[in-house]
């Protein structure tokens, strides 16, 4: 079996070890070992963890924020409840998956500090993605599929905040299932949140 190049290792195993150790307790060298590399290797891919946590985010969790961007230019020919439960089924599986990896931050103020100032400078941070679905809903509002009137920037915090919510509150370590499985929770939460922007008839 042919080996994974270079920078695919170095994302796999950082994804692996994040989820399991978590992003502040893992070093780049450990990481580096992981993917069968050396630490200058890693260095010529990623200029430090905080570019590497942006590249395992989009690429290898599931893939919110390409699809947010995609439907901010062209929002196709679904309806914008069809949109919308997809949005929320990707962001609860990714809020799922990335809570796990950055929780680890908050124990540790300093370092959240530096985390925080290396995003500012990748123009990378969790509010992109709740600015990207904010262009989207203002794009449909422009199209007339949206109440004229609606808070696109209040509904997209609403629609992400439950998707976080949920990760927060059923995050694998307590062992509790939550009550809906995720299709479900995301077409709920979506029918939900038209009830309160759609065109009024």
């Not at 170095?10 to 992981?34: M, N, P, Q, S, Y």
């Not at 962001?91 to 290396?118: C, G, M, N, Q, V």
């Not at 500012?120 to 989207?136: I, N, Q, W």
């Amino acid at each position: 079996m042919e080996k994974k190049p270079t920078r695919e290792r170095i994302l796999d195993a950082a994804h692996a070890l994040w989820t399991t150790v978590g992003l502040a307790r893992t070093t780049t060298k450990e990481i580096a070992r992981g993917a069968g590399c050396s630490e200058a290797a890693l260095y010529k891919y990623f200029a430090g963890k905080e570019e590497l946590f942006v590249a395992v985010l989009s690429e290898r969790l599931p893939r919110l924020a390409p699809l947010l961007d995609t439907l901010a230019a062209d929002p196709g020919e679904r309806t914008v409840e069809e949109n919308l439960t997809e949005i929320a089924r990707r962001a609860a599986l990714f809020y799922a998956e990335s809570f796990p990896i950055a929780a680890s931050l908050f124990a540790e103020t300093r370092l959240k500090a530096r985390h925080d100032a290396a995003l500012r400078r990748l123009d990378a941070g969790p509010h992109r993605l709740l600015e990207s679905l904010d262009a989207y809903l203002r794009a449909e509002q422009a199209a007339g599929r949206l109440h004229p009137g609606a808070d696109t920037f209040a509904a997209a915090s609403l629609l992400l905040g439950a998707c976080a919510q949920r990760a927060f509150a059923y995050d694998a370590k307590v062992g509790k299932e939550p009550p809906q499985d995720v299709d479900t929770f995301a077409a709920s939460l979506a029918r939900t949140l038209m009830a309160g922007i759609a065109v009024r008839k």
